[in-house]
């Protein structure tokens, strides 16, 4: 089989369960939004978890500025972190295995993100593709993102993540690991994305589980230059930053 060549584009995966479904399509809309056309540096895929319904009309409203996809995730897994460890994994799995067999582009990397993000500049995608190929000019590059300690005990990359469309590294990743009930995958793989090679993606921070945000946090972040912001709960972040970039 004809081995395509690497795509300059991005996959974005969101990934969403019952609970964070509004939120997530809301997410989707805001990304739409900020696309002044058709997107030729992303294209878009919905993971939905097994027990959850996708939503069509966000789907038709991204389809709009992105080329799309759509996966219900096949695993069972459910709570605190095993739901997220299923469907996470089950994105790369469906990653691999359709690029593997070329069904779809042979894309550099794929950044997977939840309900509880925002992007806080318009250009976000072009920044952090191009910042991807930054970092890759340095050194060969497997997973990039924002670099947290958890407890003090093992740094580790939080799974808001952009992680290489390489071949071998997926088959490792799909084919290789498994991941224990009772540990997020972040935490647990750790040591591995280490050795495959890792980065601290500019632009990036992580509130892990924060339940609101105020107007001078938002500021403050933006002073920073952040362009992607994980862990608020509510809507009070993508409410600052759509009234920053789309009024």
Not at 92 to 99: C, G, I, L, P, T
Not at 226 to 236: E, F, N, P, V, Y
Request: proline share 4%.
């Amino acid at each position: 089989m004809k081995t395509e060549k690497t795509s300059p584009k991005i996959l974005l995966a969101l990934q969403f369960w019952e609970k964070d479904r509004r939120q997530a399509m809301e997410l989707a809309r805001f990304i739409a939004d900020l696309e002044p056309g058709h997107c030729e540096t992303a294209d878009f895929i919905f993971v939905n978890r097994f027990d959850c319904l996708p939503d069509k009309d966000t789907e038709g409203y991204v389809s709009r500025k992105f080329n799309f996809y759509r996966y219900k995730s096949p695993r069972r897994e459910t709570g605190w972190p095993d739901g997220c460890n299923g469907t996470w994994m089950s994105t790369m799995e469906w990653f691999y295995f359709m690029a593997e067999a070329n069904k779809i582009p042979r894309y550099k990397t794929i950044f997977t993100f939840e309900a509880d993000c925002v992007p806080l500049r318009s250009d976000w995608i072009k920044y952090f593709s191009a910042a991807w190929d930054t970092i890759n000019k340095m050194g060969k590059i497997y997973v990039a993102g924002r670099k947290l300690e958890s407890h003090g005990i093992r740094e580790h990359v939080n799974g808001n993540a952009f992680f290489s469309g390489d071949l071998k590294f997926l088959h490792w990743l799909v084919k290789r690991t498994r991941i224990p009930a009772g540990v997020g995958w972040d935490y647990y793989l750790a040591d591995e994305f280490r050795r495959w090679g890792w980065a601290d993606m500019p632009g990036m921070e992580c509130w892990w589980n924060t339940p609101t945000f105020t107007e001078e946090q938002f500021r403050n972040e933006l002073n920073k230059g952040t362009a992607w912001l994980h862990g608020i709960k509510d809507r009070s972040l993508i409410e600052f930053s759509r009234k920053l970039l789309l009024t």
